[in-house]
């Protein structure tokens, strides 16, 4: 079997073992109503095409650390997605003396896009508002970070 993460053969799976689980009655029914209904969410489905973009992203056969932490990226970047933000657009904010008001993770380095790590309390970003933890930044003044 592969190593390579196949989100849609795993997801293919857990409906598989739903459709089991109901057949068997050894899980209540509203348990099981309960799971599907988050398999079937507009969140899951968010979380799952973040993921879906994280591992596309990376190199597959990279080490065990850099997966990791592309799952780790993919993680902030899911929560961003339910938060509402999954689409892309343009926030512009003013350059400051005490610089934007957030910080960054990934990069060419990590063999990961970039994304927004923390947001800086009180912080130009931060007070602006169109900025999210988990944010991917697709360009800075023009130039494409993806």
């Excluded at 994280?54 to 997966?67: A, K, V």
């Excluded at 990961?112 to 800075?140: E, F, M, T, W």
């Amino acid at each position: 079997m592969s190593d390579q993460l196949t989100l849609e053969r795993d997801l293919n799976r857990a409906v598989e073992l739903l459709e089991k689980l109901q057949k068997t009655n050894e899980v209540p029914p509203q348990k099981l109503a309960a799971l599907q209904k988050v398999i079937q969410s507009d969140f899951f489905n968010a979380v799952r095409e973040v993921y879906e973009h994280i591992y596309h992203t990376i190199d597959s056969n990279g080490t065990p650390e850099l997966r990791a932490s592309a799952t780790a990226k993919a993680t902030v970047a899911a929560f961003a997605a339910s938060e509402g933000h999954p689409h892309p657009r343009v926030v512009e904010l003013p350059k400051t003396a005490e610089g934007l008001g957030f910080n960054v993770m990934g990069g060419k380095e990590q063999h990961s896009p970039i994304y927004i790590s923390r947001i800086i309390p009180g912080g130009v970003a931060d007070q602006h508002g169109g900025l999210k933890r988990g944010d991917q930044l697709l360009s800075v003044n023009g130039v494409v970070k993806c």
